[in-house]
T-cell receptor, first 112, second 109 residues
Framework: DADVTQTPRNRITKTGKRIMLECSQTKGHDRMYWYRQDPGLGLQLIYYSFDVKDINKGEISDGYSVSRQAQAKFSLSLESAIPNQTALYFC???????????FGPGTRLTVL | SQQGEEDPQALSIQEGENATMNCSYKTSINNLQWYRQNSGRGLVHLILIRSNEREKHSGRLRVTLDTSKKSSSLLITASRAADTASYFCATARNNMLTFGGGTRLMVKP
């Protein structure tokens, strides 16, 4: 079984809808991250969490919110989706040292 | 804005040739990491080099780091078609990673 899973894997939605992307991990890591990737570009950090009670904004948090429900679960919400949020979204985890990050398979989100 | 910038943005080589990708960054770092991404999939960690290291090897991968020039290179020797992917450098600072834009490598059989 994959160590970091994301649901859904693909989602098409309409402008103005609220969307939640979910991430679960079985690695036992404290740190979790949400990234966005636009076509042909690198990853940009949206939010990160170093433990269950810790939530921090990344580079591009506007229009997004997160919830860390448990050590193993970190969800990303788009409160009112807009077309320029169409992108590939990745969840990642790392241990307390924060060196190597382990990525989920990604969620492809299309906002029409 | 992205801390790391890869060069070239795209690289096409024949199987068996070596592939070299470069990464430049702007601020001081704790370590620099290289990741690989197959089309549309999650990133996979390849190798990490600490700021006090100058060179590191892992299998067919060789990474160098020049902190005075704020640059790193990734060399893949004896490339294979299966090495076709995008490669990203990521600089680590204050326990956070900042990714560059990536190099798209195509290895032709």
């Amino acid at each position: 079984d994959a160590d970091v899973t994301q649901t859904p894997r693909n989602r098409i939605t309409k402008t103005g809808k609220r969307i939640m992307l979910e991430c679960s991990q079985t690695k036992g890591h404290d740190r979790m991250y949400w990234y966005r990737q636009d076509p042909g570009l690198g990853l940009q950090l949206i939010y990160y969490s170093f433990d269950v009670k810790d939530i921090n904004k990344g580079e591009i948090s506007d229009g997004y919110s997160v919830s860390r429900q448990a050590q193993a679960k970190f969800s990303l919400s788009l409160e009112s989706a807009i077309p320029n949020q169409t992108a590939l979204y990745f969840c990642a985890t790392s241990d307390i040292q924060g060196y190597e990050q382990f990525f989920g398979p990604g969620t492809r989100l299309t906002v029409l | 804005s992205q801390q790391g910038e890869e060069d070239p943005q795209a690289l096409s080589i024949q199987e068996g040739e070596n592939a070299t990708m470069n990464c430049s960054y702007k601020t001081s770092i704790n370590n620099l990491q290289w990741y690989r991404q197959n089309s549309g999939r999650g990133l996979v960690h390849l190798i990490l080099i600490r700021s006090n290291e100058r060179e590191k090897h892992s299998g067919r991968l060789r990474v160098t780091l020049d902190t005075s020039k704020k640059s790193s290179s990734l060399l893949i020797t004896a490339s294979r078609a299966a090495d076709t992917a995008s490669y990203f450098c990521a600089t680590a600072r204050n326990n956070m990673l900042t990714f560059g834009g990536g190099t798209r490598l195509m290895v032709k059989p």
